[in-house]
């Protein structure tokens, strides 16, 4: 049975041709759909087009490549390093974080930046709900007063740090911190752009929140709108160390955006020895979902052979409470699963599944965009 063709990218016909060169010199079939053949040099939205089965092969290539970037040779070295971006607001949750993304730093070779965002007393409006990851402050006070009462806070989470690094209970890295004002959301966003991190890891409460931090939350909204993939810790999480799991899950709604997604899931895990478990979050029927997850789970086999890849099809009823079960009679300790951009009226009327396990569940998560 012949391959189903992939869209791999949509470019100008320039753009196109060079991709098309680079990924047939690897070996890789590839087909240009949508030129204009009376000038084919000013059509765009060209489709440059592969076999379903070599499109984790091209991503790779690609990125390897960088073909569609041409940074400054200084900022190619800049975007080499591996950086870990650490949201805190001085609380017992994200001291954990803290601590999980220094441990991961430590594990893959990156860099640390540990942030936090405070806001202003004199805009009451730009107040946001729920979790808020901001210094709470009174009205009387200075916007000084409270940077410095900020600034003392971190420099004590840098002694705490300090201290620790000092004794062996955390491994020396590199780390900096950065102070923003601000919405929290807003301003991890924004950063996150000037800061290029391979991962966001973030503290949460999880799912004792209030039901209004569904929409409030700075971890959720951060994990509906950023492109980097965001490690979510719950307050419970007994470990704060990746590398004391052994149990990852990994979310498949069974289309394209997965694959894309799966691969950028193992090169954030590379080097760690974890068991890979997939499960299904489709709502068609158990014999539709075996069949597909055995077809997907074979597929990540082929393509990732030193994996050890199994898959569990949930039981039918409500999504979150399998998804519970799940969790809890194979031992899983990091949930991962795709999301991907969405309007705020789609966000606030109709929550991701990724924004609805935030809030629901004390297992970890990791949230990777689908870029689609």
């Known amino acids: 049975m012949e391959d189903k063709l992939v869209t791999l990218a949509i470019h100008t016909f320039e753009k196109a041709q060079i991709l098309k060169t680079i990924l047939e010199t690897e070996g890789i079939e590839v087909y240009i759909h949508n030129v204009n053949q009376i000038q084919p040099v000013?059509?765009?939205?060209?489709?440059?087009?592969?076999?379903?089965?070599?499109?984790?092969?091209?991503?790779?290539i690609i990125e390897d490549n960088k073909w569609?970037?041409?940074?400054?040779?200084?900022?190619?070295?800049?975007?080499?390093?591996?950086?870990?971006?650490?949201?805190?607001?001085?609380?017992?949750?994200?001291?954990?974080?803290?601590?999980?993304?220094?441990?991961?730093?430590?594990?893959?070779g990156a860099e640390v930046m540990i942030m936090h965002a405070y806001f202003s007393p004199y805009f009451p409006s730009a107040i946001p709900?729920?979790?808020?990851?901001?210094?709470?402050?009174?009205?009387?006070?200075?916007?000084?007063?409270?940077?410095?009462?900020?600034?003392?806070?971190?420099?004590?989470?840098c002694t705490h740090i300090n201290r620790k690094m000092s004794s062996g209970e955390l491994p020396k890295v590199k780390y900096d911190y950065v102070l923003r004002e601000?919405?929290?959301?807003?301003?991890?966003?924004?950063?996150?752009k000037e800061y290029h991190p391979t991962l966001i890891v973030m503290g949460t409460r999880g799912k004792s929140q209030k039901d209004?931090?569904?929409?409030?939350?700075?971890t959720g909204e951060v994990i509906e709108v950023n492109r980097v993939p965001v490690l979510a810790i719950p307050e419970n999480v007994p470990f704060t160390d990746l590398r004391d799991a052994k149990n990852i899950a990994f979310a498949?709604?069974?289309?394209?955006?997965?694959?894309?997604?799966?691969?950028?899931?193992?090169?954030?895990?590379?080097?760690?020895?974890?068991?890979?478990?997939?499960?299904?979050?489709?709502?068609?029927?158990?014999?539709w979902n075996e069949i597909r997850l055995t077809g997907v789970r074979e597929y990540f086999k082929k393509q990732y052979p030193h994996a050890h890849i199994s898959h569990t099809v949930l039981a039918d009823g409500d999504l979150l409470?399998?998804?519970?079960?799940?969790?809890?009679?194979?031992?899983?300790?990091?949930?991962?699963?795709?999301?991907?951009?969405?309007?705020?009226?789609?966000?606030?009327?109709?929550?991701?599944?990724?924004r609805k396990m935030l809030f629901h569940t004390d297992t970890p998560l990791l949230v990777i965009d689908s870029k689609k």
């Open 68 to 108: 569609f970037e041409e940074p400054k040779e200084e900022e190619a070295k800049v975007n080499a390093v591996k950086k870990v971006l650490i949201p805190i607001d001085f609380s017992d949750y994200s001291a954990k974080a803290c601590e999980l993304g220094i441990n991961y730093a430590h594990a893959v």
């Open 182 to 192: 601000g919405l929290p959301e807003e301003e991890i966003i924004a950063y996150s």
């Open 129 to 157: 709900m729920g979790d808020t990851l901001a210094y709470q402050v009174n009205e009387e006070e200075s916007v000084q007063h409270i940077l410095q009462r900020v600034r003392i806070d971190m420099e004590n989470i």
């Open 321 to 354: 409470l399998a998804i519970e079960k799940f969790v809890r009679d194979k031992q899983i300790d990091v949930i991962a699963l795709s999301t991907y951009r969405r309007n705020i009226l789609a966000r606030m009327f109709n929550p991701s599944i990724a």
């Open 42 to 60: 000013v059509s765009a939205g060209v489709r440059v087009r592969i076999k379903e089965s070599d499109l984790p092969h091209a991503l790779r």
């Open 252 to 287: 498949t709604s069974f289309n394209q955006r997965d694959l894309v997604a799966f691969d950028e899931f193992m090169e954030i895990i590379k080097g760690f020895d974890l068991n890979i478990h997939l499960f299904n979050i489709s709502t068609s029927n158990d014999e």
């Open 212 to 218: 209004m931090d569904l929409i409030g939350s700075v």
